[in-house]
């Protein structure tokens, strides 16, 4: 496996040797070092001793009682004891406080002597003796290393291998056995989109190992441990979180790039265009930026910075490799004037070419347009017949006030020209405004080019009576012209027109929209109209028939009764059963299904409970005789 990471990392250093351009497009702005400067102000005010002691390292407490209040903060601190000594003796250090800790720098020189079972106490340790000036001899340092080692092989995690490097850069030859596991670090990265690296855990545990194992591999004096690829990959990430608010974050963010500047054979550089990368028409300068991550200038200047420009409609060149001049205002900044060669209007590419640094940035150069001819009428609008137009020049506004109502539409035409050549134009945005001047309502539309590149406007003022709300008035018409490639975006009131629509219909249509639907409540199917009385009795007395009938028939095969049991189950049985087909009866004249149901329920059980006892009242009779 470790054989594998080595070669995945050699081969990644053979391709980005050919192919890299280290560069990034991105520094840390003087708006960042601002930002960042107060975030160390207020954390030197903190009641946080991390807080304190990284604004420590950047700010510098100047305050008459910046000790006796660094001394208030140790004591209330919640940090393990040997993170509050670190953080004090950095905070002392730096301050420049003139009483010795002498319990603290006591409490250090102890922890020093003694094995830990971690490398991050191990690295606060020994930075809080470097700091109060305790002095480590060759033996201490020794058993230090064994001491790493010993943690190792039981932790090697990401945030204990980043504190064992630091620690390790401090050993010298004691910490070399740490340049082994260097590799096996960096292998963890994770890369993003395939321009980032970054390892798990995000900007503390990246700084901590990219920090820690370029101090370890300087000490050493051994290679840089990453290529410039990863360099510039590492650097994307850190430049993508500055906009951390911590003072930790801050200052070890701005440490890691700090790092990585620092390395000659790798360092990436930023180049990226100065300013918004608006050229105008009237002084076409380019401004480009060449600088170190943190946005300084770099040491030793650059001899040539040249570049060429193409446009991208055309795919000409404009310019091919002419060399920029530097700034004199800021010497990391180089520009260049392309009014010679009058640059038209569009989108531009540059390629930047920084002694050996490479970079393509995109520019647009801006122009003016202006109004040409511009039309605006009346007409009817089931009409085929010519509009009457009125001419309208620009910056000015029609004397005449127009008119139309519902029957009429209104059409308006112009054509944009470029101010320099008189090609007509198209831009991106082109609307016709139409305000209220009673409510100061807005509706707007957009204005369609045609083939010519005219922009032509028409509105049918009785199909998009609903779009104004059936408010008829005064409307003001204004054109609106705006384009990321013009200087002279503009918004031009040309005219007022009084729109009448259809007050009836307004009416109507506001009725509609406000009244609400009717409530909707669900019923039962309403029933069939009952046939005509007679009907109904003779075809009732036609069902009755067959009783009689039968009636009759016990009579003449004379029925014998007199085995009928008189005991509750028999007599409460036929009622049941006389009750249930009563119910049919009702069921048929007046109730519904469901309340016959309702009913029916105990009928049913009290008739099924009389008919099973009265049966087993006559089979226990049959049984005995």
């Known amino acids: 496996m470790k054989l594998l990471g080595f070669a995945i990392l050699l081969g990644s250093c053979l391709v980005s040797s050919v192919w890299t351009t280290r560069t990034v497009s991105k520094y840390i702005t003087p708006a ?17 001793l991390q807080a304190v002691y990284f604004s420590s390292v950047n700010v510098a407490d100047k305050s008459p009682d910046a000790c006796s209040r660094l001394d208030a903060v140790y004591l209330e601190s919640k940090f393990n004891d040997f993170e509050k000594n670190f953080y004090y003796s950095g905070s002392w250090k730096n301050f420049g406080c003139k009483t010795v800790p002498t319990k603290v720098k ?17 690295y606060f340790n020994l930075h809080a003796a470097k700091y109060l000036g305790v ?28 504190h064992a490097f630091a620690v390790a850069a401090e050993l010298g030859t004691n910490g070399a056995f740490a340049y082994d596991r260097v590799e096996d670090a960096f292998v963890q990265a994770d890369e993003v989109d395939g321009k980032m690296l970054q ?29 410039a690829d990863q360099a510039v990959k590492l650097a994307t990430y850190f430049l993508s979180r500055s ?76 310019v091919s490799k002419v060399n920029m001049v530097p700034s004199n205002s800021d010497p990391s900044v180089f520009t260049y004037s392309l009014k010679t060669v009058k640059p038209a209007r569009g989108q531009y590419k540059v390629d930047v070419d920084a002694g050996g640094y490479k970079q393509t940035v995109k520019i647009n150069v801006l122009g003016k347009v202006k109004v040409s001819s511009l039309e605006i009428g009346v007409g009817d609008s089931d009409s085929t017949s010519a509009v009457k137009k009125h001419t309208v020049t620009y910056g000015s506004k029609l004397d005449t006030e127009l008119a139309a109502d519902s029957q009429q539409k209104i059409v308006l035409k112009t054509v944009l020209v470029d101010d320099v050549s008189g090609k007509s134009v198209s831009v991106h945005q082109a609307f016709v405004l139409l305000r ?102 003779l075809f009732t007395g036609l069902c009755l028939a067959p009783l009689a009938l039968l009636v009759l028939l016990w009579a003449k ?59 087993r009242t006559i089979a226990g009779r049959s049984s005995e005789k």
């Open 32 to 48: 960042d070092q601002d930002r960042y400067q107060k975030i160390f102000t207020d954390g030197l005010k903190s009641s946080d």
């Open 106 to 122: 006591q409490t250090v020189e102890a922890a020093l002597q003694k094995d830990t079972g971690s490398t991050q106490e191990v």
């Open 135 to 162: 002095s480590v001899d060759e033996a201490t340092k020794a058993r230090l290393a064994k001491n790493l080692q010993a943690i190792l092989k039981k932790d090697d995690s990401l945030n204990s291998l980043g």
């Open 199 to 227: 390892f798990e855990g995000g900007l503390s545990i990246t700084a901590l190992i990219v920090n820690g194992a370029f101090k370890l591999t300087a000490s050493l004096n051994k290679p840089a441990p990453i290529n």
């Open 243 to 318: 906009s951390v608010q911590t003072p930790k974050g801050v200052s070890i963010l701005l440490e890691a790039l700090n790092t990585l500047s620092t390395q000659k054979a790798i360092a990436p550089i930023c180049v990226k265009l100065s300013g918004n990368g608006q050229l105008l028409p009237e002084s076409p300068v380019l401004m480009v930026k060449v600088s170190d991550l943190l946005g300084k200038p770099l040491s030793p200047a650059l001899a040539i910075v040249s570049i060429s420009v193409t446009s991208k409609a055309t795919s000409e060149a404009l």
């Open 436 to 537: 209220n001047k009673a409510t100061n309502q807005e509706i707007i539309f957009v204005a369609e080019a045609d083939s010519s590149k005219a922009y032509k406007f028409e509105m049918d003022v009785g199909a998009r009576s609903n779009d104004f709300g059936y408010k008829s008035g005064v409307y003001s018409v204004e054109l609106i012209v705006g384009d990321a490639l013009i200087s002279n975006s503009f918004r031009w009131l040309l005219a007022d027109v009084s729109l009448k629509f259809t007050g009836e219909l307004a009416k109507e249509t506001a009725n509609t929209v406000r009244q609400p639907l009717p409530e909707i409540i669900h019923q039962f199917r309403a029933p069939e109209k009952r046939p005509p009385r007679m009907v109904s009795d």
């Open 557 to 615: 095969l004379r029925a014998n009764i007199c085995n009928f049991p008189c005991s509750l189950s028999g007599i409460g049985f036929h009622l049941g059963l006389g009750g249930i087909l009563a119910l049919f009866g009702v069921f048929w004249l007046q109730l519904n299904m469901f309340e016959t149901i309702r009913y029916l329920i105990p009928l049913a059980l009290f008739t099924f409970l009389c008919g099973n006892r009265l049966l």
